[in-house]
C-alpha cells in the first residue's frame, strides 16, 4: 500500500517493514530499527487528521505509528483485535478505524480501543476479508472484499444497531 502526504513523503507499506521517501530532499528510511515496526509485514496504511498512521500487519494487528515522535501503540487480539492479520483500514466520519481482518471487522477509536467487532452473524457475507479490498466511498458507505462476497456497510446504521444490541459495549 502507498500513502503519499501532503509534505511530498511517500510511506511504502512492505513485506519489510514501513518504509518512507522524502522527494524534496532525495532521501529513503526504512523503520526496521523500531522495536516494534521491525521487520513487520505491513499491508496497508491509512494516515489520521493527526498526522499519524495506521498500520495493518500480517500477525502482529494494528500498530498506530507516530512519524515525528516514532512512537508506537500495537492493537492486537489482547486488546479486544479481531484477528492479528490486517487487510485493510477505512474511516468514518467520526476518525473510527473500520479494520478488516482474516476474522472479521474490528472498529476502534481514535484512541486504538476496540469498539465492537463484527462477524458472519452480525450480517457480514463472511469473516475472511481480503488485502486492499475495502473502498470507501463519497456517500460514507463502505465496501469490504473477501471470501464470502462483497460486504457494504454503512456507518451509522451499523453503530446504531450495536447500540441497541449492546447498549453499554460502545
Known sequence: ?????SDSLLWVAAQNGLWKIDF?????ENFNQSEVLGNQNILCISPARDGKLWL?????????FDPISGDTQQITVAQGLSHNTVVGILVDEAENRWVSTLDGISVLNTKGKV??????KDGLLGNWFYPNASFKSSDGLMFFGGAGGL??????HVFSSVLQRQPNRV
Do not use: C, Q
Open 56 to 64: 495493518g500487519t500480517v500477525g502482529s494487528g494494528v500498530i498506530k
Open 115 to 120: 469498539l465492537f467487532e463484527l462477524k458472519k
Open 1 to 5: 500500500d502507498l500513502y503519499f502526504s
Open 24 to 28: 524534496s530532499n532525495s532521501l529513503v
Open 151 to 156: 460486504s457494504i456497510l454503512k456507518p451509522d
